[in-house]
């Protein structure tokens, strides 16, 4: 009924930049808190960067300065441009979007993935 599609990794030199995509379709009520998640070979999911419905927005400290969260309510999108990569930069990026599609109740939806690679 929800679906999050991710776009916009690849392949990139340290110092460049990248911008993902990440767009919400389905049978949307409201959308509330939407985020960036990484995982790196052989470690845990972490937090990148976070931006809610109001209020603050989060960036973990690794990324703080170079990648900027952004989100368009209109159009359902969630957008994480990422400057000055670093190779440490490397993993899979999933986009997460807490959902409620009726007047009750939200729940945590995922994107598939994107790789992102940065080379030194």
């Known amino acids: 009924q929800v679906q999050l599609v991710e776009s916009g990794g690849g392949l990139v030199q340290a110092g460049g930049s990248l911008r993902l995509s990440c767009a919400a379709s389905?049978?949307?009520?409201?959308?509330?808190?939407m985020s960036w998640y990484r995982q790196a070979p052989g470690k845990q999911r972490e937090l990148v960067a976070a931006?809610?419905?109001?209020?603050?927005?989060y960036y973990a400290d690794s990324v703080k300065g170079r990648f900027t969260i952004s989100r368009d309510n209109a159009r359902n999108t969630v957008t994480l441009q990422m400057n000055s990569l670093k190779p440490e930069d490397t993993a899979v990026y999933y986009c997460?979007?807490?959902?409620?599609?009726?007047?009750?109740?939200?729940?945590?939806?995922w994107g598939q993935g994107t790789q992102v690679t940065v080379s030194s």
């Open positions: 389905g049978n949307i009520f409201r959308i509330y808190n």
């Open positions: 997460k979007a807490r959902i409620s599609i009726n007047y009750s109740g939200a729940s945590d939806y």
């Open positions: 931006i809610p419905s109001g209020g603050s927005i």
